[in-house]
Structure formats: structure tokens, C-alpha cells
């Protein structure tokens, strides 16, 4: 049996990696349609190697008949849409911010929590998580599993994809007015951004702390285990693909780095690089357009009691987005719809 798809933002960074991991993994669909704002309406995505699609207006489509829909419009429009979707019987995977701390929407890695698929019913909404929570629980679940996790300290390395193709234009525009002497004032970002860090990631809250750092923390207890303590410090870094997370746990019982290296070797979606010599590590350069998510240098952290760190690199359009929401779809076909 094939599915009708419906991909909404299919003309951004995202929603066009959804439409290649679409093909790419052969996914059952009989029909797929690409869907984005009227601004876009008429111009044409490419479906990986099958075919050539005509975008439609999203406020025009009507989806009756429509059995899946993969979604990354940005919040205000998903707030608007996925409901409608899912109203006209289309079971909604949303990759936008709005839906993931609502308690009757899971939100769901399927490496690590995917049972949580079948409460889908309650608003046929299924949420994924933030590119930099995504790969950070795929590291934890097997380490949680086997020593129980207190406390996670982690600091994000962020590439500009993750803001938008206007701030992957911002970093290309900035390096080449370097090296003509030009001053390009940032407009996507802060700061400049082009051979520079940010250590600043969606608005301030309150406490001190971005919105993105927010979402790391309450992700990850929603996902993994309420009990976890999270404390993220989130920046944007100079590259174009790929996210890179040093992370830091306090254990309950004690694991060693062999162990832990074992254990997240196993487990599947995660390549472990861990040589101790130059080079033996993975770059957030070295893993665009791959699936995994690699962890690198393990290692035990003496000043804490059970301590442990360790370097966690993914390609954020695809395992930290498109390929996430594409996993959750192929779990639906196997024994919910």
C-alpha cells in the first residue's frame, strides 16, 4: 500500500532534506505533494531523483486524503495548519517549536523513546525535537540505561543551517567581504557571525538563559527522564552543516569509558570515532549528508563523583530534522496507521 504524502516548507533547508530522505529511503508513497507559503507557490522542488514537484499555497491545499504529513513551516504557521491537517484525518509530524512541550503531543526520537508514537491519537500530532536535543538523547539513552544519569552539562557548537538558509547566506557573505576589506553589518544574527561565536541562540529568558537552552533542558526530560538535571550553554559557530555538542555527565553508579565506548558502539544510529591521536575524532565538516550521530572522546570526568565526558557531532538537517521526522513516518506505516 502507498501513502499520500504532503511535506509543508518544502522550499526550505529542511523541507527539502525531507523530500531527498523521502527518496532516498524508498518510502512508500504513491503520492507526494510540496507545500509552502503563496510567496512560493509555483516554483519547483525537486523529489530526490523521482521527480520534479510544483509547489502548492498551504492556506489553499485541502488535505483530505492526505495520510502523512511531514512539517517545517515555523511555529506560527504549524499552530495554524497542523491542526487543520490532522483534523481532515493526515496524521501531522511537526518539526517546529510549537507542538513539542504540548502534554498531549508526543515527542519522540525513535532510537530512544519510540513507543511514545502510539499517543499520537490524542491530537494525531507527533513532535520532533530540536536538532541539538535529538542528538544529544541519542548519546544519552544508552549511558542512562546503563548508569543512570544526575546531571548533564553541555555546551553546543551550532552551524548556521540551523537558523535558515538567510543565515547560511549571512556566514558566505561575511567571509567574502573579509577579503575584500568590506564591512558587512549582520542582519540574521546578533554579531557577525564569519570568524566569530555567538554564544546566543534564540530570545532570553528570565533566568539568563536562551530559549534554546530551554528547549534542551525540558526536551530532554519530556524524551528520556524527567529526573535528569540539564544545563546547556547554546552557540553558533562559523560552519554551514553540522552540530557539535561537548557534553558532561555526573552518573548515579559508576561506568567507565570502556564500557560506555561498548555500550554507545551497540547502539544503533551512533558511530563512535574515538582514537586517541590528532584526527581521531568527527568534525561537524565531516558528517553532512551522513545519518549517525558520532561521538568522540570519552572519557572519564575525575572531579565529580561517576563523571563522564564526551563529544557528540551530527548533520542537523538530517538526523537533527528531516531524517528524525522520516524515521517517526516509517514507524507509523509499521503498526499505528
Not at 557573505?173 to 534564540?202: C, G, M, R, W, Y
Request: hydrophobic share 40%; charged share 25%.
Amino acid at each position: 500500500m502507498g501513502y499520500r504524502v504532503a511535506v509543508v516548507g518544502a522550499t526550505g533547508n529542511v523541507g527539502r532534506e525531507m523530500l531527498n530522505i523521502l527518496d532516498e529511503r524508498n518510502f512508500p508513497a504513491d503520492e507526494v505533494v510540496a507545500l509552502a507559503s503563496a510567496h512560493s507557490a509555483g516554483r519547483q522542488v525537486s523529489f530526490g531523483n523521482r521527480a520534479v514537484l510544483k509547489v502548492q499555497d498551504l492556506a489553499k491545499f485541502d488535505f483530505k486524503g492526505i495520510d502523512i504529513v511531514l512539517s517545517s513551516p515555523g511555529g506560527k504557521v504549524s499552530a495554524e495548519h497542523s491542526p487543520r491537517a490532522a483534523k481532515a484525518g493526515a496524521v501531522v509530524i511537526d518539526n517546529t517549536s510549537y507542538w513539542r512541550m504540548d502534554p498531549d503531543v508526543p515527542l519522540v526520537v525513535p532510537e530512544v523513546n519510540r513507543a511514545a508514537i502510539a499517543d499520537f491519537k490524542r491530537r494525531r500530532i507527533i513532535a520532533n525535537p530540536n536538532c541539538s536535543t535529538i542528538q544529544m538523547v541519542m548519546a544519552l539513552k544508552p549511558i542512562h540505561d546503563a548508569a543512570t544519569i544526575k546531571r548533564v552539562v553541555v555546551s553546543t557548537y551550532q552551524s548556521t543551517s540551523g537558523a535558515g538558509k538567510d543565515a547560511m547566506d549571512e556566514l558566505l557573505n561575511q567571509t567574502k567581504s573579509f577579503f575584500v576589506n568590506q564591512d558587512l553589518e549582520p542582519k540574521k544574527f546578533s554579531k557577525n557571525i564569519a570568524f566569530n561565536v555567538i554564544p546566543h541562540i534564540d530570545d532570553f529568558m528570565e533566568d539568563g538563559a536562551t530559549k534554546e537552552e530551554w528547549k534542551m533542558m525540558v526536551e530532554t526530560k519530556k524524551i528520556l527522564d524527567p529526573r535528569i538535571k540539564v544545563h546547556a550553554t547554546c552557540v553558533r559557530v562559523p560552519t554551514f552543516v553540522g552540530h557539535a555538542e561537548a557534553i558532561n555527565l555526573e552518573l548515579e553508579n559508576p561506568l567507565d569509558e570502556n564500557e560506555a565506548r561498548r555500550l554507545l558502539a551497540a547502539t544503533p544510529g551512533i558511530l563512535v570515532v574515538d582514537r586517541r591521536e590528532p584526527g581521531g575524532y568527527v568534525t561537524p565538516k565531516e558528517v553532512t549528508g551522513q545519518d549517525a550521530v558520532f561521538v568522540s572522546r570519552i572519557r572519564v570526568d575525575p572531579t565529580v563523583e561517576n563523571g563522564l565526558s564526551m563529544w557528540v557531532v551530527s548533520d542537523n538537517l538530517r538526523k537533527g530534522a528531516a531524517l528524525n521526522a522520516v524515521q517517526i513516518a516509517e514507524e507509523l506505516i509499521r503498526g499505528y496507521i
